[in-house]
């Protein structure tokens, strides 16, 4: 049974950082798709980014282009989610979530993905 874990939540200042940890235990997240979605209060699940299965091929959506960076530590088994310059918008609960079927690309639909971690909680503040 794959297990997934993420982690590095909190309470950070608007313009600060955080990083967050996705670790996968009875499964190997390395050469697969991987995606963090997020949900805000009041709102629906939605994709932040997703990687295809080497993580060369990724998808960030608009709103966090240029201050979110994804990586992978393969020796590690987890996924990492590089938040910079965070803005009160980006308050959210994050779910890493992989799929364990290669694919070709990244996928943005929470159906395509197999493991679900539990989430964690991102709360910014003015």
């Known amino acids: 049974q794959v297990h997934v874990v993420e982690s590095g939540g909190g309470l950070v200042q608007a313009g600060g950082s955080l990083r967050l940890s996705c670790a996968a235990s009875?499964?190997?997240?390395?050469?697969?798709?991987v995606a963090w979605f997020r949900q805000a209060p009041g709102k629906g699940r939605s994709v932040v980014t997703a990687?295809?299965?080497?993580?060369?091929?990724?998808y960030y959506v608009d709103s966090v282009k240029g201050r979110f960076t994804v990586s992978r530590d393969n020796a590690k088994n987890t996924v990492y989610l590089q938040m910079n310059s965070l803005k009160i918008d980006d308050t959210a609960v994050y779910y890493c979530?992989?799929?364990?079927?290669?694919?070709?690309?990244?996928?943005?639909?929470?159906?395509?993905?197999?493991?679900w971690g539990q989430g964690t909680q991102v709360t910014v503040s003015s």
């Open positions: 979530a992989f799929r364990d079927r290669r694919g070709i690309g990244y996928y943005l639909t929470e159906s395509t993905y197999d493991y």
């Open positions: 009875g499964g190997t997240i390395s050469n697969y798709p």
């Open positions: 990687s295809n299965w080497n993580g060369r091929n990724i």
